[in-house]
């Protein structure tokens, strides 16, 4: 099981970004998928999630209405689309994956997920 992120940068505040996560080694479609963050001398946050079951999602309070998850099951590839960045976004964002426990479950814990990618830093700065 492999999650490969890409598409950090450094932007400026306003702007917008695209991170992706390439899956392989498992089929996309049987997993539940997450993008978490964790900026320097804080605690790991959960941005977002969406299921495998009907792609729901949900979003971590501080994103919500700005940033937008979704999957590509056909290109094994999960989407996280940043809009109006803030320097408060500014963290390594890591993409997440788990077999969900129960049918329909997706989850912003990240004590939820067993198979992490190695982060794609986002830097937004003026």
């Known amino acids: 099981v492999q999650l490969q992120a890409s598409g950090g940068g450094s932007v400026q505040p306003g702007d917008s970004l695209r991170l992706s996560c390439e899956i392989s080694g498992f089929t996309l479609q049987r997993y539940v998928i997450g993008w978490f963050r964790q900026a320097p001398g804080k605690e790991r946050e959960g941005v977002a999630c969406?299921?495998?079951?009907?792609?729901?999602?949900d979003y971590g309070n501080s994103v919500k209405g700005r940033f937008t998850i979704s999957r590509d099951n056909a290109k094994a590839t999960v989407y996280l689309q940043m809009n109006n960045l803030k320097p408060e976004d500014t963290a390594v964002y890591y993409c997440v994956a788990d077999q969900p426990p129960a049918y329909g479950w997706y989850s912003l814990d990240s004590a939820e997920y067993d198979y992490w990618g190695q982060g794609t830093l986002v830097t937004v700065s003026s």
């Open positions: 969406i299921s495998n079951y009907d792609d729901s999602t």
